[in-house]
């Protein structure tokens, strides 16, 4: 009698061990090649220092809501306590850090497993995953106690999720704590929960099954709602919402600022840097005497910016060329190794992708799966119209755009290699895309100066 071994799916092992390579890649460059703990002494001092102070007790600090979601701060300190408990504090830091690279890592496994549901040429699948897992936006972030860390992954997980053939209650209802995690660690994200509100809401409407959208909201609210409630209370009243700078960074994404300060007599001196822009010499810092939780008076300031100069809806736009090219974060004091190098390259590599992503509308009616389609296209608009209205062109929210672009770009790809009489078709759609993407650059240099 013949007994047949039971085969191996041998894309999966690659895939695990691309997955590993990153894990192993990634904390030797970070550990190795970045002056990491300085880190912790400049920018990231509020999110560090405010969690060693819940850790300690004191959870009314203004330290934990002056400026930062505090709810970052929360995640820091459930952490810290843990490690404290086992007696680690001393490597409290590298373990952070390290958590950091695994939650990057296990989640780019979506990126896989989606990719694979989407082309035919399988391999396609393996690529996706490989130009993820070491893009070195992501490499670089993970070396920073930044709440992206949290938030992206859990973002990734949620997508896939969601994106998943049989979307039963217990998808739905994990899907919906998910994204309530990212929308309190990093709100400007709950944008994207409009893309999540809006795919869920058809289904629920194509399969009548209404409970579907109830439940994701449901679930998707809770914790946003228990961290404003928590986050009125710790800050005895003064900080009402997610974050103490969200007027700030409205303020700041119309005016073009590099830099505000916070100087008060009773609340101590802070100020908030927008990575996108400070190195821009265009731009300008103010100083004010109201703290950063008194939102409504930045956004009024960022109100009459946009009524005093209309004309800066459009230079907004042909200001988003800093997404792909802006600084990412001014943070390590010292370079790390090969950052210039690396960093250019991932920054051509990201934006030649996104110039294609145009292409496979070519393709949509005769995709079998524009569903998904229309959901990854859907929370990439999402996203950018988020950072158009609310936000500053932060390149710290790559690492999600990476994994839209990615997939898009690979099932891209594996259409052309389906449908190849549309070279035509698409050479017209290259030359239209990057002449556009080449002018907006050189427009906004020589028209628009500040």
């Not at 497993?113 to 070491?134: E, H, P």
């Not at 997610?242 to 007027?247: E, I, L, S, V």
């Not at 210039?340 to 030649?352: C, G, T, V």
Request: overall charge positive; charged content about 10%; hydrophobic content about 50%.
């Amino acid at each position: 009698m013949m007994i047949h071994k039971k085969s191996i799916p041998s894309y999966f092992i690659i895939a695990w061990l691309i997955i590993a390579a990153s894990i192993l890649l990634k904390t030797f460059y970070i550990f190795k090649c970045t002056s990491y703990a300085s880190s912790i002494l400049l920018d990231m001092s509020a999110y560090w220092n405010g969690a060693f102070e819940r850790v300690a007790g004191n959870i009314h600090s203004i330290n934990q809501y002056a400026i930062f979601p505090p709810f970052y701060i929360f995640s820091l300190s459930f952490y810290l306590n843990i490690i404290k408990n086992l007696g680690l504090m001393s490597h409290a830091l590298e373990i952070i850090i390290f958590i950091n690279i695994i939650l990057s890592s296990v989640s780019a496994y979506v990126v896989y497993s989606l990719t694979y549901r989407l082309v035919i040429r399988k391999f396609f699948a393996l690529l996706a995953l490989f130009f993820y897992c070491f893009s070195y936006t992501t490499i670089y972030l993970n070396a920073l106690t930044l709440p992206e860390n949290l938030a992206i992954p859990l973002l990734v997980i949620a997508v896939g999720i969601v994106s998943s053939e049989n979307l039963d209650w217990k998808r739905i209802m994990l899907s919906g704590i998910l994204m309530g995690v990212v929308i309190s660690a990093k709100p400007l994200l709950a944008f994207l929960a409009l893309a999540f509100i809006f795919y869920i809401a058809c289904l629920s409407v194509k399969e009548k099954q209404y409970w579907k959208i109830t439940l994701f909201l449901a679930f998707c609210l809770i914790t946003p709602l228990c961290v404003i409630y928590k986050n009125y209370d710790l800050s005895d009243g003064k900080l009402l919402g997610f974050g103490a700078y969200g007027g700030a960074n409205f303020y700041a994404g119309w005016a073009h600022l590099k830099q505000i300060s916070c100087n008060t007599t009773t609340q101590g001196n802070w100020w908030v840097s927008f990575p996108s822009t400070f190195n821009d010499p265009h731009s300008k810092s103010i100083v004010t005497d109201q703290p950063f939780y008194n939102q409504t008076y930045y956004y009024q300031l960022g109100l009459k910016t946009i009524a005093r100069d209309p004309i800066v809806l459009l230079k907004k736009l042909l200001w988003s060329d800093k997404f792909f090219f802006g600084d990412l974060y001014p943070t390590l004091s010292t370079q790390p190794c090969f950052y210039k190098f690396f960093m250019q390259l991932n920054q051509f590599i990201l934006y030649a992708v996104f110039l294609s992503l145009g292409i496979l509308y070519l393709f949509f009616l005769e995709y079998s799966n524009k569903r998904i389609i229309g959901f990854l296209y859907s929370l990439l608009g999402f996203f950018f119209l988020g950072i158009y209205l609310i936000g500053t062109f932060d390149r710290r929210y790559m690492s999600f755009i990476e994994f839209l672009i990615l997939i898009i770009f690979f099932v891209t790809i594996d259409k052309i290699c389906t449908f190849k009489t549309c070279y035509k078709k698409i050479i017209i759609y290259l030359i239209l895309t990057v002449t556009i993407f080449v002018i907006i650059p050189i427009v906004n240099k020589s028209c628009f100066h500040f």
